[in-house]
């Protein structure tokens, strides 16, 4: 069974609108940590934001929030006010109770359109 | 501040030759992490370890591939007898002994391609 779902394999958003980036996990664990990576063209990985399985709040991080719901085990991502500079590939990944190792979702590449 | 340095950004091998990729990790971080990233697709784990010591290499192909952290020096990714399948993206990433929210700081990775 996957352990991350990521459903949408390419998305468009006019520049400005809001957009979701949608992220299903699957874990037995009571501890957990949820995270979001940017992948631009140039193939680095970016740190965008993090959600503890405990965190009563939903994360927010500038333009970047995430949607988490812990009993429908997800954790999708909104980018506010979209930008051209957003037009990447977007991870979502989960580290697992006990464990150091990330696991990754297969990506969603969001184009953003002027 | 230097971050996570990977080196060669870019590395060519032909069939049957061997390939070193290299990851220095940010300072105060004491745990590396390999992931290997196909063409369009997810980062996929490899191998976990620590100064000296293989953590977790659930990830790790059981033929031709071997990581090492020595006690000095970077951690170093081993690929013998690269074949076409090899050619990926490596990302070396590192974390302080307990991942913080920030979790784990990425390099640029190694492009490798096997001709």
């Known amino acids: 069974a996957q352990k991350i779902t990521q459903t949408q394999p390419g998305m468009f958003v006019q520049e400005k609108e809001a957009v979701t980036l949608d992220c299903t996990y699957d874990?037995?664990?009571?501890?957990?940590?949820l995270f979001w990576y940017k992948q631009p063209s140039s193939g680095e990985m970016i740190f965008l934001i993090y959600?503890?399985?405990?965190?009563?709040q939903n994360a927010t991080e500038g333009r970047y929030s995430l949607n988490f719901q812990k009993a429908r085990k997800s954790a999708n991502l909104v980018i506010s006010a979209s930008q051209l500079g957003d037009s990447a590939m977007y991870f979502c990944?989960?580290?697992?109770?006990?464990?150091?190792?990330?696991?990754f979702g297969a990506g969603t590449r969001l184009a953003v359109h002027p | 501040n230097a971050g996570v340095m990977q080196n060669p950004r870019h590395l060519v091998r032909r069939r049957g030759q061997e390939a070193r990729l290299r990851c220095s990790p940010m300072k105060g971080h004491s745990h590396v992490y390999w992931y290997r990233q196909l063409p369009e697709e997810g980062l996929k784990f490899m191998v976990y370890l620590q100064k000296e010591n293989i953590i977790d290499e659930s990830g790790m192909p059981k033929e031709r591939f071997s990581a090492e952290f020595p006690k000095e020096g970077p951690s170093i990714l081993r690929i013998q007898q690269v074949v076409r399948g090899d050619s990926a993206a490596y990302f070396c990433?590192?974390?302080?002994?307990?991942?913080?929210?920030?979790?784990?700081?990425f390099g640029s990775g190694t492009r490798l391609t096997v001709v």
């Open positions: 959600q503890g399985s405990y965190d009563e």
């Open positions: 990944a989960m580290r697992e109770g006990g464990y150091n190792k990330l696991i």
């Open positions: 990433a590192s974390s302080p002994y307990e991942p913080d929210r920030a979790g784990y700081t």
């Open positions: 874990t037995s664990d009571q501890s957990y940590g």
